[in-house]
């Protein structure tokens, strides 16, 4: 038996938030590079919080601070936990609030919602309809936290539904359902088996949703991570990309640490790639098999914390 089928849930939800809020501060540090500028600054490797350099976009974050990727993930989180459970109003509400009160690294699909009058009374219609006013077509990578977040929550006969919802709630695309499904999958049988979810399940997802997720998921299991191209400037946001490279070091890495740092040093949108592999590494092989680095998370404590609530809460 490994070691890691003797973890307990809350170890595993410990590493899931930890692990996520690791790979997003480290992968700021690389975001938006490419794979070859990122050498350059980086000839030792990225691999750890200070090394991070200070230029315009980075300096917007402290060494150790989280992007927006762990504060859409927290908040998702907490509203869940405050509610007493899932609404879509409720989780609306919260999400468009977070914006209004955010001043830096939103992503102008989301800012569109605001324009919307009273977007959060019916947020699936209305972002129908904002998409196809605006001639919107796949979108980035920020809907993929809401499976992880959820798989920490709820279980199977609950999950596809309410993902569904919380995805098609600021993106109209199925691609990005089928994404953030087969994470969510992912995510669910990782906490409690302590195995990724079958390809023959994931399959089906992408057969349910969206055939075009199909690729993805095939080079995940037979691919290189280097076929992903994360740094290629015009797709590195896409929502299968990042599930995809994820997916990847789940089927490829033997450890927490090389899962992490393999995507980041591919670079290209490395703070999301980051974090949604942080957050599958942390619950294959638990908390504290994460990089050290994890305690010099600023707001460590409030991930400590935060994984006991959730932890309680999926106990219910």
């Known amino acids: 038996m490994n ?8 170890d595993r939800i410990r590493g899931a938030i930890a692990g996520y809020a690791l790979g997003d501060a480290l992968g700021v540090g690389s975001e938006f590079m490419t794979k070859t500028e990122m050498q350059g600054y980086y000839p030792d490797k990225l691999r750890d919080f200070k090394s991070i350099i200070r230029d ?24 869940i936990l405050s509610n007493g459970g899932y609404d879509l109003n409720v989780c609306a509400k919260a999400f468009i609030d977070k914006i209004r009160n955010t001043t830096k690294d939103i992503v102008p699909t989301f800012r569109t919602l605001l324009a919307f009058p009273d977007w959060e009374e019916s947020p699936l219609v209305n ?17 993929n936290h809401r499976g992880i977040a959820m798989a920490l929550l709820f279980d199977r006969p609950e999950l596809d539904d309410i ?4 995805v098609l ?19 669910h049988s990782l906490l409690h088996t302590g195995e990724p979810a079958s390809l023959k399940d994931l399959m089906s997802v992408c057969y349910a ?5 199909v690729p993805f998921l095939e080079m995940a299991v037979n691919g290189k991570l280097e076929d992903f191209d994360l740094d290629d400037e015009s797709s590195m946001g896409l929502t ?28 290209g949108d490395a ?19 994460l990089p050290d680095i994890k305690n010099d998370l600023i707001d460590k404590d409030y991930y400590d914390d935060l994984a006991r609530r959730v932890a309680a809460f999926s106990d219910e």
């Open 169 to 187: 709630m600021t993106h109209d695309d199925m691609r990005c359902v089928a994404s953030t499904v087969i994470l969510a999958h992912t995510a």
């Open 163 to 166: 993902v569904k919802q919380l």
């Open 240 to 267: 299968r990309k990042n599930m995809g490279a994820a997916l990847w070091t789940v089927w490829h890495c033997d450890n927490a640490a090389d899962a992490i740092y393999a995507v980041i040093d591919e670079a």
């Open 56 to 79: 315009s976009h980075r300096c917007q974050w402290k060494p150790g601070e989280t992007t927006n990727d762990t504060h859409f993930f927290t908040t998702l989180l907490e509203t």
């Open 271 to 289: 703070d999301s790639n980051g974090a949604i592999t942080g957050a599958l590494a942390g619950l294959r092989f638990g908390y504290d098999a």
């Open 209 to 213: 949703y969206d055939t075009r997720t």
């Open 3 to 10: 070691k890691e089928s003797n973890l307990t849930k809350y």
């Open 127 to 143: 972002t129908h309809k904002i998409w196809k006013h605006h001639g919107l077509e796949e979108g980035s990578n920020e809907a």
